[in-house]
């Protein structure tokens, strides 16, 4: 059994900062790449940032500049630092993470359960 547990979401004004965590406990073997997506109400989930466990990065263009994603293997764990927040960063985001459960296995894509962002104007 697998976990993501998301925290660090909020409420701020817009300009304003927030750092969302997400932990992966359970039965694992190890992590491969870990995302953040978000989903805003009547829009389609959308990917955020991507790093690799090689920590290779990617972002969405309209987070670039603003949205850092980071990892700490010891831990399980994945960071988002927002920055610059916009009104239309508000929505849920959710962590994402591919996971091997054993040496032998492939892995297999994990969701958490998501926290909200508002940002206000």
């Known amino acids: 059994q697998v976990q993501l547990v998301e925290s660090g979401g909020g409420l701020v004004q817009a300009g304003g900062s927030l750092r969302l965590s997400c932990a992966a406990s359970?039965?694992?073997?190890?992590?491969?790449?870990m995302a953040w997506y978000r989903q805003a109400p009547v829009k389609q989930r959308e990917l955020v940032a991507v790093?690799?466990?090689?920590?290779?990065?990617n972002y969405a263009d309209s987070v670039k500049g603003r949205f850092t994603i980071s990892r700490d293997n010891a831990k399980n764990t994945v960071y988002l630092q927002m920055n610059s927040l916009k009104p239309e960063d508000t929505a849920v985001y959710y962590c994402?993470?591919?996971?091997?459960?054993?040496?032998?296995?492939?892995?297999?894509?994990?969701w958490g359960q998501g926290t909200q962002v508002t940002v206000s104007s």
């Open positions: 790093i690799t466990n090689g920590i290779r990065t």
């Open positions: 359970g039965s694992i073997f190890s992590i491969d790449a």
């Open positions: 994402n993470a591919a996971i091997r459960t054993k040496y032998y296995s492939s892995s297999s894509t994990y």
